[in-house]
RNA sequence: GCGGAUGUGGCGGAAUUGGCAGACGCGCCAGACUUAGGAUCUGGUAUCUCCGAUGUGCAGGUUCGAUUCCUGUCAUCCGCACCA
């Protein structure tokens, strides 16, 4: 019999679709387990980066259903998005009838791959039923107060006509036209992350099955940073301006301020002074450079004076205040004071613009004067020039200062964060409609949630040209106030496909709920996520939003954890010859051709064996034999040896039994532990041995056991079964089994069956391995001592010399210290 | 610059609390079966001055014993980066 590999697997996937096998509903007599992986954007196929994906998840989700868990294994699809659009102004083709054809055709190619999903709770955010729930999700956010409008500098695509996300800006050129992005003053809907800012950064700390990776980037994303707000009083006016400083310790350095060009403030400020004419040109210059050059570190320092100075209020010191490119308007205050001794920035700057440089810190152990510095001191030290405070160590100067200027009224502490709220409206047609209306009225209006969802309309002309599909279609913009009944217009931003992302894990619950995105009851079984599974380039983006959402909708009552992933498995790449797959370079090797050269199962086999699955993999094509061929090595062992399956209990054994049977245990022991730990490779290597332990035994063994060949093909089909459902649901048939592989539960391991009567341990002299023996392995560590110094050999190695130490370790090694 | 990781044969990788470095696989070599084999089976495969030394990026340290623990250092990869 031939190992029909696409006879197989077909056949197991029609049963599979056509029974409901992977079908799950609560069960309280169980423990759960939510497995889950990211879902795919629908492009239209599958690249090896999912099959990866998907395989390490399968594996997985069997496993923990084999050791007794009821497990939730859902798959669906992150379905708006631009492509979609992209597609409908190259070819014509509407983005709805893009993305479904394009999702019939993944979902054929994840069924070819057989995966164990529940189809019957797939979903797809483009849907109706579904963005009804994001649009809800939108409201609950307006109406907590964490989703409001305001003006922003977004990005701006002059050529088509359309603001781009950050992920579409690519070198500072729209990634689609290639024309150079700008940046453009818009009302656009943010979400208040910040708000959530601390509690986000506080339990990265209870993430502990999170990888360091991803813990330390959120970490440094979030960038909380302590320091202090400092007003200083703009000279002949009583306004002040406050900066934002982590070393309030140098405010006796101070020798300048610098101001964000785009400060609301600044044109106040130099309204009518004689450098004017001078500021507004170089406010042009700056906002005319890209973001990218804005925030490259090696930009130059630029600035000009505003003809207006500001008081220390330390010292009642009198200094210039400067326009500068960089400093940010939306980090701290958007003003910062200058301290060109201990600030590299500041250095620069202030050598560039000859403004004076006073060191006010200084090392322990030496002098530094301000003539002779060549870069900023940043480094801790001991307070000078800085009036009381001469003499204090900067560290403990710090909280004092803050103090001080508490006391006086003109400064407090201040915690900052890098983080930025999320800017979720999109112009664009292919995403979730943001519920709101406008009305002359009544002002902004929110569709009420029993109005849900407003549909995206169908009847929409794609050009590319012009302002957004949606603006454009009167059908969609025009309608009444929901409040007034007068007439009204429609927002027409979508919302960012992140946020249809940001909560699809708790849909999957509950996926066919129309009153509500889940029921509390169907989320307080499955979530949290038990094991979350996909690729890195998520690391920020989706998996802050998601644990936003979250803790949002735990706040509110809706959910009983506040993070949803307990935890995160972040596979590596598939790569090919070192390199990223990619079609410019020509090396992207299609999962369907291997699909169809070797099938499905030495795909999987191959993926998960050659590398631990949070590293990247390098694609391999003769080591995919090498997995093909473990497959046929598995099949016609079980085809040859089927016969002898029988139901009689273990008896007598030859020597020859009791090795496979030691073999055949202590592979069921290491797939175990290596499961467990998710070390898929080395399962499967263990699995390997155990098959050449069965193969020696088929050469070697003079009268062949029928309970003990049971035994290793039972426990062989068994531990396969995760890895490479199809071939081993065959076997067990053809092996004579009538029950379903996928429910019967994890074999275990006969401990007696790893007992030996004898074992070899290693003779070491002063910690060089001279000589080993085989001995009982029940010998004390005193008899081990008295055998091991009767050895020929280490009796040669000993000769002369004096034996200062004798150390035994049961079952493993005897070492001989000599001098 | 800040943060995170990784360095082991020709290659992918293994060695869970310190205890035989190189499991398993790829590749390569040899043999068997065969008209033939790119099928299959069996054996071999770290390096060298090969009778006994050396080997887990490099240099130290702790220990009877270090791929594993500690200190320093180098290289590569990834993320963030003019964030005050």
């Given at each position: 019999?031939?190992?029909?590999?696409?006879?197989?697997?077909?056949?197991?996937?029609?049963?599979?679709?056509?029974?409901?096998?992977?079908?799950?509903?609560?069960?309280?007599?169980?423990?759960?387990?939510?497995?889950?992986?990211?879902?795919?954007?629908?492009?239209?196929?599958?690249?090896?980066?999912?099959?990866?994906?998907?395989?390490?998840?399968?594996?997985?989700?069997?496993?923990?259903?084999?050791?007794?868990?009821?497990?939730?294994?859902?798959?669906?699809?992150?379905?708006?998005?631009?492509?979609?659009?992209?597609?409908?102004?190259?070819?014509?083709?509407?983005?709805?009838?893009?993305?479904?054809?394009?999702?019939?055709?993944?979902?054929?190619?994840?069924?070819?791959?057989?995966?164990?999903?529940?189809?019957?709770?797939?979903?797809?955010?483009?849907?109706?039923?579904?963005?009804?729930?994001?649009?809800?999700?939108?409201?609950?956010?307006?109406?907590?107060?964490?989703?409001?409008?305001?003006?922003?500098?977004?990005?701006?695509?002059?050529?088509?006509?359309?603001?781009?996300?950050?992920?579409?800006?690519?070198?500072?050129?729209?990634?689609?036209?290639?024309?150079?992005?700008?940046?453009?003053?818009?009302?656009?809907?943010?979400?208040?992350?910040?708000?959530?800012?601390?509690?986000?950064?506080?339990?990265?700390?209870?993430?502990?099955?999170?990888?360091?990776?991803?813990?330390?980037?959120?970490?440094?994303?979030?960038?909380?940073?302590?320091?202090?707000?400092?007003?200083?009083?703009?000279?002949?006016?009583?306004?002040?301006?406050?900066?934002?400083?982590?070393?309030?310790?140098?405010?006796?350095?101070?020798?300048?301020?610098?101001?964000?060009?785009?400060?609301?403030?600044?044109?106040?400020?130099?309204?009518?002074?004689?450098?004017?004419?001078?500021?507004?040109?170089?406010?042009?210059?700056?906002?005319?450079?890209?973001?990218?050059?804005?925030?490259?570190?090696?930009?130059?320092?630029?600035?000009?004076?505003?003809?207006?100075?500001?008081?220390?209020?330390?010292?009642?010191?009198?200094?210039?205040?400067?326009?500068?490119?960089?400093?940010?308007?939306?980090?701290?205050?958007?003003?910062?004071?200058?301290?060109?001794?201990?600030?590299?920035?500041?250095?620069?700057?202030?050598?560039?613009?000859?403004?004076?440089?006073?060191?006010?810190?200084?090392?322990?152990?030496?002098?530094?004067?301000?003539?002779?510095?060549?870069?900023?001191?940043?480094?801790?030290?001991?307070?000078?020039?800085?009036?009381?405070?001469?003499?204090?160590?900067?560290?403990?100067?710090?909280?004092?200062?803050?103090?001080?200027?508490?006391?006086?009224?003109?400064?407090?502490?201040?915690?900052?964060?890098?983080?930025?709220?999320?800017?979720?409206?999109?112009?664009?047609?292919?995403?979730?409609?943001?519920?709101?209306?406008?009305?002359?009225?009544?002002?902004?209006?929110?569709?009420?949630?029993?109005?849900?969802?407003?549909?995206?309309?169908?009847?929409?002309?794609?050009?590319?040209?012009?302002?957004?599909?949606?603006?454009?279609?009167?059908?969609?913009?025009?309608?009444?106030?929901?409040?007034?009944?007068?007439?009204?217009?429609?927002?027409?931003?979508?919302?960012?496909?992140?946020?249809?992302?940001?909560?699809?894990?708790?849909?999957?619950?509950?996926?066919?709920?129309?009153?509500?995105?889940?029921?509390?009851?169907?989320?307080?079984?499955?979530?949290?996520?038990?094991?979350?599974?996909?690729?890195?380039?998520?690391?920020?983006?989706?998996?802050?939003?998601?644990?936003?959402?979250?803790?949002?909708?735990?706040?509110?009552?809706?959910?009983?954890?506040?993070?949803?992933?307990?935890?995160?498995?972040?596979?590596?790449?598939?790569?090919?010859?070192?390199?990223?797959?990619?079609?410019?370079?020509?090396?992207?090797?299609?999962?369907?051709?291997?699909?169809?050269?070797?099938?499905?199962?030495?795909?999987?086999?191959?993926?998960?064996?050659?590398?631990?699955?949070?590293?990247?993999?390098?694609?391999?094509?003769?080591?995919?034999?090498?997995?093909?061929?473990?497959?046929?090595?598995?099949?016609?062992?079980?085809?040859?040896?089927?016969?002898?399956?029988?139901?009689?209990?273990?008896?007598?054994?030859?020597?020859?039994?009791?090795?496979?049977?030691?073999?055949?245990?202590?592979?069921?022991?290491?797939?175990?532990?290596?499961?467990?730990?998710?070390?898929?490779?080395?399962?499967?290597?263990?699995?390997?041995?155990?098959?050449?332990?069965?193969?020696s035994y088929k050469e070697k063994a003079k009268e062949y056991n029928a309970p003990v060949i049971t035994e290793a093909i039972n426990s062989l089909i068994l531990l396969l079964y995760p890895f490479v459902p199809h071939i081993t649901s065959e076997l067990?048939?053809?092996?004579?089994?009538?029950?379903?592989?996928?429910?019967?539960?994890?074999?275990?391991?006969?401990?007696?069956?790893?007992?030996?009567?004898?074992?070899?341990?290693?003779?070491?002299?002063?910690?060089?391995?001279?000589?080993?023996?085989?001995?009982?392995?029940?010998?004390?560590?005193?008899?081990?001592?008295?055998?091991?110094?009767?050895?020929?050999?280490?009796?040669?190695?000993?000769?002369?010399?004096?034996?200062?130490?004798?150390?035994?370790?049961?079952?493993?090694?005897?070492?001989?210290?000599?001098?």
């Amino acid at each position: 019999m031939k190992y029909d590999f696409d006879l197989i697997e077909k056949k197991w996937q029609k049963i599979w679709d056509e029974t409901g096998e992977f079908k799950i509903s609560e069960d309280t007599n169980k423990p759960k387990y939510y497995a889950l992986e990211m879902f795919p954007y629908p492009s239209g196929n599958l690249h090896m980066g999912h099959v990866r994906n998907y395989s390490i998840g399968d594996v997985v989700a069997r496993y923990k259903k084999m050791r007794g868990f009821n497990v939730l294994h859902p798959m669906g699809w992150d379905s708006f998005g631009l492509p979609a659009e992209n597609a409908a102004i190259k070819h014509g083709t509407p983005p709805a009838e893009w993305t479904w054809s394009n999702i019939d055709n993944m979902r054929s190619q994840l069924k070819r791959l057989g995966f164990s999903y529940d189809w019957d709770r797939e979903v797809a955010t483009a849907k109706p039923d579904y963005y009804k729930f994001t649009q809800w999700m939108f409201l609950k956010l307006y109406q907590n107060g964490l989703a409001y409008k305001k003006k922003s500098y977004v990005n701006w695509c002059p050529s088509c006509q359309t603001v781009l996300a950050n992920e579409q800006v690519v070198n500072g050129k729209c990634e689609r036209c290639k024309s150079e992005v700008g940046k453009k003053d818009l009302e656009q809907w943010f979400f208040k992350i910040t708000d959530y800012a601390q509690k986000l950064l506080d339990d990265i700390d209870k993430l502990d099955g999170w990888p360091d990776k991803v813990r330390s980037m959120q970490t440094n994303w979030i960038g909380r940073s302590e320091g202090a707000e400092l007003q200083f009083k703009l000279d002949g006016s009583d306004k002040t301006l406050t900066v934002f400083t982590t070393r309030p310790d140098t405010i006796y350095g101070v020798s300048y301020m610098v101001i964000a060009p785009e400060h609301p403030i600044v044109d106040e400020l130099i309204s009518g002074k004689p450098q004017e004419a001078e500021c507004r040109e170089f406010i042009k210059k700056v906002q005319s450079q890209s973001e990218i050059v804005r925030s490259a570190t090696d930009t130059e320092k630029e600035g000009v004076f505003t003809g207006t100075y500001v008081i220390n209020p330390f010292s009642g010191e009198k200094i210039p205040l400067y326009l500068a490119n960089y400093v940010f308007v939306d980090y701290g205050t958007g003003i910062v004071m200058g301290v060109p001794a201990h600030d590299q920035r500041d250095f620069d700057f202030a050598k560039k613009y000859k403004l004076p440089i006073r060191v006010v810190i200084s090392p322990e152990d030496k002098d530094i004067d301000s003539e002779n510095l060549t870069e900023a001191f940043a480094a801790e030290g001991v307070l000078m020039n800085s009036d009381k405070f001469t003499g204090l160590n900067n560290k403990e100067a710090l909280p004092k200062m803050i103090a001080y200027a508490e006391e006086h009224g003109f400064g407090e502490k201040k915690i900052n964060f890098r983080l930025r709220d999320w800017l979720i409206s999109r112009q664009r047609y292919w995403g979730a409609p943001i519920p709101i209306v406008y009305c002359d009225k009544c002002g902004t209006v929110e569709i009420p949630e029993s109005q849900l969802p407003v549909k995206l309309p169908e009847n929409v002309k794609f050009t590319g040209q012009g302002k957004s599909p949606l603006s454009e279609c009167p059908e969609f913009v025009n309608t009444t106030c929901p409040k007034c009944g007068g007439p009204a217009r429609r927002e027409t931003d979508t919302m960012d496909t992140f946020v249809c992302s940001s909560w699809y894990y708790m849909r999957y619950c509950d996926p066919h709920n129309t009153e509500m995105p889940f029921s509390k009851e169907k989320t307080d079984y499955w979530m949290n996520v038990d094991q979350y599974i996909g690729g890195v380039e998520h690391a920020i983006l989706h998996l802050l939003y998601a644990r936003f959402f979250t803790k949002v909708l735990h706040d509110l009552g809706y959910i009983g954890c506040d993070e949803p992933f307990e935890n995160l498995l972040t596979q590596g790449m598939v790569l090919k010859d070192g390199t990223k797959m990619s079609k410019s370079l020509g090396n992207v090797v299609s999962p369907e051709e291997i699909i169809s050269k070797y099938g499905a199962d030495t795909a999987r086999l191959f993926i998960l064996f050659a590398a631990p699955p949070e590293r990247d993999l390098d694609w391999n094509d003769t080591a995919v034999e090498g997995a093909y061929r473990f497959l046929n090595r598995v099949w016609r062992a079980v085809d040859d040896l089927k016969d002898y399956m029988t139901d009689e209990k273990i008896g007598g054994l030859s020597e020859e039994d009791k090795k496979l049977r030691f073999a055949v245990n202590s592979a069921i022991k290491k797939v175990t532990e290596n499961c467990n730990r998710f070390s898929f490779n080395t399962a499967i290597s263990a699995i390997m041995e155990m098959v050449n332990s069965l193969y020696s035994y088929k050469e070697k063994a003079k009268e062949y056991n029928a309970p003990v060949i049971t035994e290793a093909i039972n426990s062989l089909i068994l531990l396969l079964y995760p890895f490479v459902p199809h071939i081993t649901s065959e076997l067990w048939e053809v092996s004579g089994h009538t029950d379903k592989l996928s429910t019967h539960s994890w074999p275990e391991y006969d401990s007696s069956a790893l007992v030996v009567n004898e074992i070899e341990i290693v003779l070491q002299i002063n910690g060089k391995i001279r000589d080993k023996m085989v001995i009982s392995p029940d010998l004390t560590p005193d008899e081990m001592k008295e055998l091991a110094l009767k050895s020929e050999k280490v009796q040669s190695f000993i000769e002369g010399k004096q034996v200062v130490k004798v150390i035994a370790v049961p079952k493993k090694l005897i070492n001989i210290v000599v001098k």
